[in-house]
């Protein structure tokens, strides 16, 4: 089993940044994938960035250019640097992780709201 805990999630004016974290604990052996998932009102879930254990990532067209997908292996942690925020990436944003894609574990999630 693996527990995802997030964190940094926040209000920001439209153009401003966040940095999301997101520490694993458990059967960590288990990951080879871990990324970001956001959720809107109305909106189903969408995959934002992901990265393998090799290091490839991947991103969502929609943030490409504004968020960058990054780790710390020795602290079992992703983040999710999110630059020139706007009012659309307003949604719960869930880090994710599993042996394949699609994810098996996820985060609580935490709330990203961008004003305008």
């Known amino acids: 089993q693996v527990q995802l805990v997030e964190s940094g999630g926040g209000l920001v004016q439209a153009g401003g940044s966040l940095r999301l974290s997101c520490a694993a604990s458990g059967s960590i052996f288990s990951i080879n994938r871990m990324g970001w998932y956001r959720q809107a009102p109305g909106k189903q879930r969408e995959m934002v960035a992901a990265?393998?254990?090799?290091?490839?990532?991947s991103y969502a067209d929609s943030v490409k250019g504004r968020f960058t997908i990054s780790r710390d292996n020795a602290k079992n942690t992703v983040f999710l640097q999110m630059n020139s925020l706007k009012p659309e990436d307003t949604a719960v944003y869930y880090c994710?992780?599993?042996?394949?894609?699609?994810?098996?574990?996820w985060g609580q999630g935490t709330q990203v709201t961008v004003s305008s």
């Open positions: 990265m393998i254990r090799g290091g490839s990532t």
């Open positions: 994710a992780a599993g042996p394949v894609w699609p994810p098996a574990y």
